[in-house]
């Protein structure tokens, strides 16, 4: 074929079919309307909306049917503020079973106490959203924020307490001291939690010593039920004795005023009849010796013995009768 001919190539022609107008703007007008039906949102009764329009939060809502305004102008985040989570320190959760299945995680769970001693603390900590907006905007990644916040403020409190605070008596104030100072670092840090709950869930030493520490730790128990035993007879006794030291002193004080009363009216009884004495001796004499006798006699057994060669009789009183 020479270089400069021209030649022809004859293509079929196609016809694009004919569109109405009224389809065309009913299509736009169905994708408008999903379109807007798309802000069409929910928020639960254990959740809080935040409205979020070209990525700034304008609006905080609650429970119920909400409106925002379609993708990509407005956007919302439904937090569950209601809801208690949990972080855990020392030990991950395997498997919710049954049965529950554990994983120690020991680069968390050892640390040092204040007397220089080694212990190995799982913990978990409950928690709650306390300001939705802190709680997705100020801190980047929540649970782990709060998990090396826990971890940090465990070794923290446990560097002041002994060993064996923990071990004993002084744990549900340790776990009180570590909810305190964390809740401290989680308002600084601005991550809108509140700390429900912190618990200790294991507390042993090293397992090469805690056989010795078991020993140890149930002879402070006992020695703490002995003392209490102690404390509990001194509260009984103390009491008591000094209950009977009062009816004692009160029974010595009625006594001494009635001895007091007898002796006063012994006296005046005795001064007035030394008055009638001094008046007529003999009298009086004759009267006090009827009425002694009066008191003596009726006593007395008496006995009527015949005498031998005598018509008389003669009384004969015994005399060890007399009462």
């Known amino acids: 074929m020479p270089r400069n001919q021209e030649f022809e190539i004859n293509l079929p022609e196609f016809h694009l079919p004919e569109v109405s107008s009224k389809i065309v703007w009913s299509v736009i007008v169905l994708v408008v309307f999903i379109w807007l039906a798309s802000g069409l949102y929910k928020v639960g009764t254990d959740e809080a909306g935040v409205e979020l329009r070209f990525g700034k939060i304008s609006e905080v809502t609650g429970p119920g049917l909400k409106y925002h305004l379609p993708y990509p102008i407005e956007t919302v985040e439904t937090p569950r503020v209601a809801e208690v989570k949990r972080v855990e320190i020392g030990f991950r959760t395997v498997s919710a079973g049954p049965p529950v299945r554990y994983q120690s995680v020991p680069q968390e769970s050892l640390m040092l106490t204040g007397d220089e001693n080694i212990v190995d603390i799982n913990m978990i900590v409950q928690y709650k959203i306390k300001d939705p907006v802190d709680y997705l905007f100020k801190v980047r990644d929540?649970?782990?924020?709060?998990?090396?916040?826990?971890?940090?403020?465990?070794?923290?409190?446990?560097?002041?307490?002994?060993?064996?605070?923990?071990?004993?008596?002084?744990?549900?104030?340790i776990q009180n001291e570590i909810l305190d100072n964390l809740q401290t670092i989680l308002d600084l840090y601005q991550a809108g939690i509140i700390v429900i709950a912190v618990q200790m869930q294991d507390v042993h030493p090293?397992?090469?010593?805690?056989?010795?520490?078991?020993?140890?730790?149930?002879?402070?128990?006992?020695?703490?039920r002995l003392e209490n035993q102690a404390q509990g007879y001194q509260n009984d006794i103390?009491?008591?004795?000094?209950?009977?030291?009062?009816?004692?002193?009160?029974?010595a004080e009625g006594y001494r005023e009635q001895r007091i009363l007898r002796s006063q009216g012994d006296t005046q009884r005795f001064l007035k009849l030394l008055a009638e004495y001094q008046k007529a001796p003999a009298v009086t004499e004759k009267r006090m010796y009827l009425e002694t006798m009066e008191k003596i006699l009726p006593g007395l057994q008496k006995y009527i013995a015949k005498i031998k060669d005598s018509e008389g009789l003669m009384p004969l009183l015994d005399m060890r009768t007399i009462k």
């Open 238 to 251: 103390i009491p008591r004795t000094r209950g009977r030291a009062e009816e004692i002193i009160r029974q």
């Open 142 to 173: 929540q649970r782990l924020t709060l998990g090396k916040a826990a971890e940090a403020t465990l070794r923290q409190v446990m560097g002041i307490h002994n060993i064996d605070d923990a071990l004993t008596d002084r744990k549900f104030e």
């Open 206 to 224: 090293p397992a090469q010593v805690v056989d010795a520490f078991k020993d140890v730790a149930s002879a402070m128990e006992d020695r703490s």
